[in-house]
Structures are given as structure tokens and as C-alpha cells.
């Protein structure tokens, strides 16, 4: 295996504080990463066995979707006990040792906190249905039926349905914007916001780098219980909910997205800011506002360091012109924002299916990744180019899947395990594996490309790479954007100089003209446009150009 030097020491992990400006994140699915203990299911000590890949790609950081006591109703991102390990995934000293070694190896650990709603297993739930005046009572979102029994709003759930289930023993719905296993706490409650920042101080405490904030502007809820508003079908679309989800149909103002959240968020950032290097990004899952709530929560430097994306996550192909629309708008609502970017991850169909990519249009994309203005994501697998999994429905797993199948086929394709070796079983387990190991991965696996010096892998390491190599890639101003049919471009600048990035996004050879200046293309397959004069570039299909200025 290319194992490349970690770059960082555990000391530089420890000072400094903006690490995580243009930082390259990659995630971690722990089901599906790597099986140590053979019952067909990942854990965080296949995590740790793993690391070495990982540290090779060069990210600054991993992020791991939820380990911790669960019910699994909707793998993990139910939660029974925020402050243990669930024994599927193994037990507290097993992330001890991860964190240890992730750290040896210079990469920081973010973990996926869900803070919006515990499982119904939760002791705080337990307690708070059992009566309407102990302790926990007002812990969770509980209200009375209308007058003719129905619920108390028309709020719906992202998984189908009513956002309101009926509980028999205090006689009131609770609110559950996911599975009706998923109840939603009521940060109106002081003593909730208390009893989740104290969630925060443990795992900050126990040395974590900081956190993924799953659904984060779920927070808080509308107080007087109104109506979400009809949303226009020309306003519709399925990046947050499939199509087929009457979720869709509704505004969500009063369900998520209250301006109370920023308050929270405040007191959030002033205590992982007294832990020092530290640093959370928070998921907008949110299909019509989600850039003007990212630029609200992290403008001004007192809110979340930054947050996750979805205009990138969507069913349709990322164009030249979707890129200057996201972020003139983005611009526009706070030039401070600041986003991370995503084109795969554990909730949508890996990129290069969802989109129909060629292996040269899988490069550029990396490459264009690693040129935006932000912070990254990369999801495990992505860099080996792994399609999405087809399964049968007596293979999903996924009730969001099962709920809406066939017309949504759930999220279980982008779970499958991940491909380490050609053999049968891809590496990852003795035993059969909780989802199938498509075979159609072996052929991409991690060893496979590893003998292939032609292989995405290798030029997502170069992409990466070339994100640390110059500065202004990482947390420079992103200025001249231009969309001009299928060629992007503009130029990355920074104290250390300036960047000019230019990508065909498309089937045509182009031509473009450099903008003024002495400018030196970088090398390699980053700069082989041929240059038809002095300064005009001819662009390949599916071909980038950087080129320097100093």
C-alpha cells in the first residue's frame, strides 16, 4: 500500500485552529469499512486496521457516521446512549485506540453527533412518555390532539407519513421529523440544551477534533405549533426528500429552520472554542434555503465552523453554471460563509452513477473539488470510483428504502461494503457481509488500483496533494468565476500567489484565454493543455488546467 507520511504532527494537530478552512474531510461508515471480529458487520477496530489508506490519500480528517448505542432502526442514527460505544461497533477503549492512531497518523476524528432526536430507547424518552409531570416531561416535543384527534399540525416526516405519533400512556403526540422511533427533543427546554452540551464535553474531553452535526437546523421547532405553508411544485425538488415523499409539498418555516437555533449554536461554538483546535460541521438538509441558512450558521465566526451542502448532492450533473449560481448566491447571503462540499456521501447515489461519469469525468470532478473555495468531503469509496450497488428489494435494509420502493430504492447502494481486495468477500469480512459486496467493485478495489498506476486513486492522492501544494486552493478567495457553456474557470488567490483553475466540463474541445498576467501552468495532468499561443489554452473534453502566478 502507498502509504504517504502524515504530513501533520500530533502537535501542529493540537495549534492550530483553522485547520479545518479548505480542510479535506473524509468519511467513514462504520457498518461498511472494514469487519475485524468476522460477523459481518464493520467496527471501529477495522477502522483503526484501515487508517493506513486513509493517511494515504492525504485528508486532514475523517469523519464517522454514528457508532454509539443504538437500537438500529435506522443504523445508528437512532441513539440510545450518546456517551457509549454500541458493542456491534466494539466498546470506548476500541475509539480510544482509533483516535490514537488517527492522530499518530496525523489526521483529525470528527464524530456524527444526531442531536436533533434520540431513539425511543433513550432513557431521557423513556422517562419523559411516562408521565406529563416528571422530571424529563418536557424533554421531547409532546402536544395535545386537535379537537377531532388528529395531530397538532400538518408537519410531515422525512420518511413518509405524519411527523406525529401518538403515545398511549401520556394520552399526546410527540413530534418525530424521522422515524416515529426518532423522537425530536425540545431545545425550548433549557435543561435539554444543557443535558446535549454535556454530550459535546465528553467526547471533547475525550480528544475528539470535533463533530458532524447531523440535520442541524432541526433543532428547534415552531413554539406556537403552526402550519407549514404549501410549497409550489415549480419550487419542489428531490434533493433533500425522493420525489415520491408528500414531504415535498410543504415549506418546512415552522418545523426546522427557526431562528432560535442560532442562540444554541452560539453556545455550542463558545464551548468547543475553549477546547482550542476544535471545529464541527453541521448538515442543512434543507431543499429550497439551505445556502442562506449555511451563511446564517456560519457567518461571524460565532456559530458553526462550517456547514454541509446539498446543492452538489443532487440528482442532476454539476455544471459550470450550477457552480457560478451556487456561489454568487452564496456570496450574496454572506461573503464570511463558509461550506463544505460533497458530491457522495451515505444518504445519496455515489456521483459517478447519479451523474453517468466517464473515468476522465470522475478526475476532473476530484479535481474541481479540490479547487473550490470551502472545505471537502470524500465518502469511502469515492476514490476508488465505485457505481452504486443494484439490490434486490429482499436485500434492503433501509426503511426509507422499503418504504418507497421500487419508485426510491433507499440508500443501501452506496452502503455496501467497502472493496479492499478482489477476492469474493472484497477484503472486508470472513462471514456474509450485513449488505451484499457488489462484484462488479472487485475489479476497482484498493489493492487492485493500488498495481495500476493509472488509477483514480492515485490521481485523487494528486489532487489532493496539489490542494496542500499551494495555499490559495485551500483558504484563498475564489475570484472571476466564469461559466461559459461547459468551461468553468476562475483564480484562486492567496499571500503565496495566485491559482488559475480552468475545467472543461463537458464533450467539446475548448479554447479559452488567460487572463492577464505571467502565468505558468502547474505540470503534469494538471496543466497539459497544449497552449496554442502565448496565451490561449485549448481544453480537452473533460480536461483541467491550473496554472501559477506568483
Known sequence: MNVVTPLNSVAK?????????????????????????GDGVGDLKGITERLPHVASLGVDAIWISPFFTSPMKDFGYDISDYCDVDPLFGQLADFDALLSRAHALGIRVLIDLVLSHTSDQHAWFKESRASRDNAKANWYVWADARDDGTPPTNWLSIFGGPAWQWDTRREQYYLHNFLTSQPDLNYHEPAVQDAVLDVVRFWLDRGVDGFRLDTINYYFHDAELRNNPPLAPERRNASVAPKVNPYNHQEHIYSKNRPENQGFLKRLRALMDGYGARACVGEISDAQRGLEILAEYTAGGDRAHMCYAFEFLDAGRVTAQLVKTVFDKLDGYSPDAWACWAYSNHDVVRHGTRWGLSPAALRTYVTLLMALKGSACLYQGEELGLPEAELTLDQVRDPA?????????????????????????????????????????????????????????????RAIALRRRFPALRNGTMDDLVADGDVLRFVRRGPAGDIFCAFNLGETPREILLPEGDWRPVGGEFGDAAMVSGSDVRLEPWQAFLATRA
Open 13 to 37: 494537530l493540537e495549534n492550530d485552529r483553522d485547520w479545518w478552512r479548505g480542510a479535506v474531510i473524509y468519511q467513514i461508515y462504520p457498518r461498511s469499512f472494514q469487519d475485524s471480529d
Open 401 to 461: 428504502g422499503l418504504e418507497f420502493w421500487p419508485e426510491y430504492k433507499g440508500r443501501d447502494g452506496c452502503r455496501t461494503p467497502m472493496a479492499w481486495t478482489t477476492d469474493t468477500g472484497a477484503g472486508f469480512s470472513t462471514a456474509t457481509p450485513w449488505l451484499p459486496v457488489p462484484k462488479a467493485h472487485l475489479p476497482s478495489s484498493v489493492a487492485a488500483q493500488e498495481a495500476d498506476a493509472t488509477a483514480l486513486l492515485h490521481h485523487y492522492r
